[in-house]
């Protein structure tokens, strides 16, 4: 098993940025990725950013891709989102996910509240 714990959200004005932590606990050298997922009100939990535990590939939604940037650090099992660029869609809980094997997201952070105002 793996415990998440992010932090960093937070209110920001539009054109603003923030930067979320994750830290990994517990089995983490099995790791295969983690990533970023968000849910706004009403709406399903959608991808954010990924990034494989071994490789530097990551990856972004359409939505988020040029203004996020995901990063890990593997010493400190820690995995980063920087969000410039801020806008008001941007809005939602954010969670920190691994994938321990490289098929589903079995683990999850309790989540962090982003909100960017208009």
């Known amino acids: 098993q793996v415990q998440l714990v992010e932090s960093g959200g937070g209110l920001v004005q539009a054109g603003g940025s923030l930067r979320l932590s994750c830290a990994a606990s517990g089995r983490t050298f099995r790791l295969y990725r983690m990533g970023w997922f968000r849910q706004a009100p009403g709406k399903e939990r959608e991808f954010v950013a990924a990034v494989r535990w071994s490789a530097d590939n990551p990856y972004y939604s359409d939505s988020v891709k040029g203004r996020f940037t995901i990063s890990r650090d593997n010493a400190k099992s820690a995995v980063y989102l920087q969000m410039n660029s801020l806008k008001p869609e941007d809005t939602a809980v954010y969670y920190c996910?691994?994938?321990?094997?490289?098929?589903?997201?079995?683990?999850w952070g309790q989540g962090t509240q982003v909100t960017v105002s208009s």
């Open positions: 996910g691994a994938d321990p094997n490289g098929g589903t997201w079995d683990n």
